[in-house]
C-alpha cells in the first residue's frame, strides 16, 4: 500500500477523480428514468455471464458472452435517446441571451399560462434552445408574430382549430401553433398525466426545448425539461424557473467565453 502511494501520480488522482465525477453525473442524470430499470437489466446479464463461468455453464457462458460482446453499440441503441440529451447539455447554448428582450418573452409566457389556468383553459408552450425544433414544426400552422398573451390566449382557446396541438416559440416568436409533439413512453410517469403533458416530456426527452403545460381539467402549470416535469406551480414559482433556466444557461456560455479568452491569451 505504501509503496502503491509512493508512486501515485498527480495525473492519477486526476484521473482518478474524473472517472468519479463522470460516474456520479450519470447516475444524476439517470435516476428516476427508465435509463434505470435497462442498467439493472444489464448489470443482471453481467453477472450471470461470470456466473455461468465460474459454474462451468459453457452453453449459456457462450451465449452471454456472444450477447455481451457488442455491449457498446447496445448502449448506443438501448440509450440513444438519454445520450443525445446528454451531449446537448454539455454544449448547450441558449436560444436566446436572457437580456430584457428575453425576460419579457418569458414574463409574456407566464402570464399566458395564468391566464389559460384561470380561466380553465389547457395550453402546450413549447421553447426552443439549442437544439432546433424543424421537426416538429411541419405538423403545425405558420404564426409568425411576436409573443404575447393575447395571441396565446386566442390560440389556445376552446374554439380555435388549432387549440389542441402546441405552440413554439423560437428566435423569439411564435413560430407555429397546432404542432403535434412526440408522446413520452416513460412507465414512471404519472398515471394521471393526461396527452398534453405526456407530449411536453416527450420533446424534452429528445430535445434541450423548455415545454410549458396548462392542464385543461385541473387548471394547474407544469414544467418540463430534460425528460422530467415539474408540476403544480404558481407564477412567481413558474417565473423563477424560467429566469433561472435562461439565466443559468447565459452563465455557463459566459464561463465559456472567459475560459478560452483566457487560453487564447496564454
Known sequence: MIEYLTTLRWQDVLDILLVAFIIYEIILFIRGTRAVQMVAGL?????????A?????????????????????????????????????????????????????????????????????????????EAGLKDYLESGVPIDARVSREILLS?????????????????????????????????FLSKKLGTRHRAAVGLTEHTDAVVVV???????????????????????????????IWSEAKDSKQWWKKLMSTKIKT
Request: hydrophobic share 45%.
Open 43 to 51: 448489470a443482471i446479464l453481467v453477472v450471470f455471464y461470470f456466473m
Open 53 to 129: 463461468r465460474e459454474v462451468g455453464l459453457q452453453t449459456l457462458h457462450w451465449l452471454l458472452g456472444t450477447f455481451l460482446s457488442s455491449f457498446f453499440l447496445l448502449v448506443v441503441i438501448i440509450f440513444q435517446d438519454d445520450i443525445r440529451r446528454a451531449l446537448m447539455q454539455v454544449g448547450r447554448t441558449p436560444f436566446l441571451k436572457a437580456d430584457t428582450a428575453t425576460l419579457q418573452i418569458l414574463e409574456e409566457v407566464v402570464r399566458s399560462a395564468v391566464s389559460l389556468s384561470n380561466k380553465g383553459i389547457g395550453g402546450l408552450i413549447a421553447l426552443e434552445r
Open 155 to 187: 390560440i389556445f382557446y376552446p374554439t380555435s382549430p388549432i387549440h389542441d396541438g402546441a405552440v413554439i416559440i423560437r428566435n423569439g416568436r411564435i413560430s407555429h401553433a397546432g404542432c403535434f409533439l412526440p408522446l413520452s413512453t416513460n412507465p
Open 214 to 244: 396548462v392542464s385543461e381539467e385541473t387548471g394547474t402549470i407544469s414544467v418540463a425539461i430534460d425528460g422530467k416535469i415539474t408540476r403544480d406551480l404558481d407564477a412567481a414559482t413558474l417565473r423563477n424557473m424560467l429566469q433561472g
